[in-house]
């Protein structure tokens, strides 16, 4: 079956979405984006595999969704008062359990985007532009507020120091992702760099 119909409004239940989501992201833990199929949802889930084309459009669009749904929130959501705050109150959204399973999922969907297209459009589509939209708030609130500089170099840089220092905790130190590694990650290298500080 080719992935080419367009996704449209569900009709299942919300708690029957999460379940289905959930088994989603337990094929990908256990078999990989690149091994993971269609048939093997609809069998997980006793769903049809028509039901996950006619819902979801495709096997992209599914575990990018699942992938969403599995985040624990909307940066956005996040307004502490202080920039500090605010990035602290980001890493404390997932415990440490959480965090070392989500950085092995999200290190193996990264891989699988470099030669799958479709996977790379949604999950930029779905995950990037939100999260960079909910960053420039945060960073927009703390510039308001006068705690960081509007022409400050690094500014430009807040998403791509935050998902560095959770991306590379497992290449470079062979451990994850923790609250207390990112929080200090936090105050000694993303704040200064903003100027902000720490005490």
Not at 41 to 52: F, G, I, N, P
Not at 107 to 114: D, E, K, Q, T
Request: net charge negative.
């Amino acid at each position: 079956m080719t992935e080419v119909a367009a996704p449209r409004r569900s009709r299942i239940t919300p708690e029957r979405e999460a379940e289905l989501y959930e088994a989603v992201l337990d094929l990908l833990r256990e078999v990989g984006y690149d091994a993971l199929t269609m048939d093997a949802v609809a069998a997980r889930t006793k769903s049809s595999k028509a039901t996950l084309y006619r819902q979801w459009g495709g096997k992209a669009q599914l575990v990018v969704k699942a992938l969403r749904h599995g985040k624990p929130g909307h940066v956005d959501e996040i307004d502490t008062g202080s920039l500090r705050g605010d990035l602290h109150a980001l890493v404390a959204m997932e415990d440490d359990c959480t965090m070392e399973q989500n950085s092995a999922l999200m290190r193996g969907v990264a891989m699988a985007m470099h030669h799958n297209e479709d996977l790379r459009q949604a999950f930029r589509e779905q995950i990037i532009d939100p999260d960079m939209g909910g960053f420039q708030q945060v960073v927009q609130r703390a510039v308001d507020r006068g705690e960081v500089r509007p022409d400050c170099p690094a500014l430009g840089f807040l998403l791509h120091m935050m998902a560095g220092g959770f991306a590379v905790r497992a290449l470079l130190d062979d451990r994850p992702p923790t609250q207390a590694f990112l929080t200090s990650y936090i105050d000694a290298v993303v704040l200064p760099a903003l100027g902000v500080s720490t005490h």
